[in-house]
Structure formats: C-alpha cells, structure tokens
Antibody, heavy 129, light 107 residues
C-alpha cells in the first residue's frame, strides 16, 4: 500500500525550530518529488515547499511566506522527507501534510506532473508565545 | 503568484442531484489544474488532475473540464459520501496555489 506518514508535530514556542518527518512506503520514494502543504485551523490549503527527486536535481522550491525559514530535505536511503521550520511564528500553527508529486509514465520514462497524488494524514503543529 | 478563486463558497445540493463547482485562475494555466476533496478531520484526496483526468479509484460521477483560466468540477448524482470541501490547485507555475474551497452540503 502506498503510504505517507508524518511525524514530529506537537507544541512549540515561537522563535524556536521544529523538524517534521514524512516516512514513505509502498513505492520507490527516490523517484518522486515531495511537497509539504499546511492547513491552519479552519482555513484552506497552503503549499509551503517542494523537493525534486534526484533525477531532477533534488532542488527545492519554497513559498514566499516561509522562505528563509524553511528547509526541505530528503534521505532516499531511508525513504524520508523532512521539513525544518525555523524562527517559528504563531501563524505557523497548522496541520502539515506531506504529499507525493504525481507523474506521467510512458515507456521507460516518468515525467513529473505537478499535482499531488498521495497525501499523508498530517501532523499538527501548535506554536505558542 | 497565480490567484485561484472558487465559486460558489457553499453549494447546497440534494442527494442524487448534480453539483457544478467553478474555479478560475488569475492567468492562463493551460490544463495544469487538479481538484481535491477533503472531508472533516481527513487529509485531502486527489480527484482530478490535468483538468479532466480522474485519479485512480475515483468514481465516474466526478468529471472535470476546462482549460486556460476557467475550470469546472461536476459531480453527477451526488451520494452521501460526496458532501465535503473541494479545492482546486494550479501547478502551472511556482508557487502552486489553491483556491479557497467550495463546501458541498446537504440541501
């Protein structure tokens, strides 16, 4: 079964840092780009960052709202993606979802598509002063 | 940043009826649009990508259409499990952006 499981959420103080993990199973993790999406209480979805697979350079993209504070990384040997958010703010309070980037596969090649075809259940982060 | 808008905010529909949800992009995004369904307390689930391609295991009553700036998600013959919030998402240009969502509830 294809699965993403987030961990590392909880209470954190403003100004501190947190690191979330996303453990993948049921697919070849290293072949896929991975995103983090968050949802503040009662609000909509906000994409915060993305890391490409190694075949596409393993490079990252970050939303403006977290740029400079967010680092997304991956360990393909462990099938884990990480989100590290520094200088936490009250407004970082949210459920954080890990997602897999969808692909189109034709012949022996798969091309990233940009949509998010697998989602974890999420982990809740609460930032207090 | 591409801004996504959705209408209506809330759509009240009786079971068995058709629901039509709209999504508009602030600039052309080709067909790089996805729809997700989210039920209370659950993670979103991919329904449609590339504007009109159903994701794996998504029932045929869900269909998507549109390109450019105007997109539609149609749910034909609403079932009880379809009452939820629906988000559109453009992935044409970084950063990917979501619409604010449409809540489909029971009339």
């Amino acid at each position: 079964e294809v699965q993403l499981v987030e961990s590392g959420g909880g209470m954190a103080q403003a100004g501190r840092s947190l690191r979330l993990s996303c453990t993948a199973s049921g697919f070849s993790f290293g072949d896929f780009g991975m995103s983090w999406v968050r949802q503040a209480p009662g609000q909509g979805l906000e994409w915060v960052g993305f890391i490409r697979n190694k075949a596409y350079g393993g490079t990252t993209e970050y939303a403006a709202s977290v740029k400079g504070r967010l680092i997304i990384s991956r360990d393909d040997s462990k099938d884990i993606a990480y989100l590290q958010l520094n200088s936490l703010k009250i407004e970082d309070t949210a459920v954080y979802y890990c997602t897999r980037e969808g692909q189109y596969c034709g012949g022996d090649r798969c091309v990233p598509q940009g949509h998010m075809d697998v989602w974890g259940k999420g982990t809740t982060v609460t930032v207090s002063s | 940043e591409i801004v996504m808008t959705q209408s209506p905010v809330t759509l009240s529909v009786s079971p068995g009826e058709r629901a039509t949800l709209s999504c508009r992009a602030s600039q052309r995004i080709s067909n790089d649009l996805a729809w997700y369904q989210q039920k209370p307390g659950q993670a979103p689930r991919l329904l449609i990508y590339d504007a009109s391609t159903r994701a794996t295991a998504v029932p045929a009553r869900f269909s998507g259409s549109g390109s450019g700036t105007e997109f539609t998600l149609t749910i034909s013959g609403l079932q009880s499990e379809d009452f939820a919030v629906y988000y559109c998402h453009q992935y044409y240009k970084w950063p990917g952006t979501f619409g604010p969502g449409t809540t489909v509830d029971v009339k």
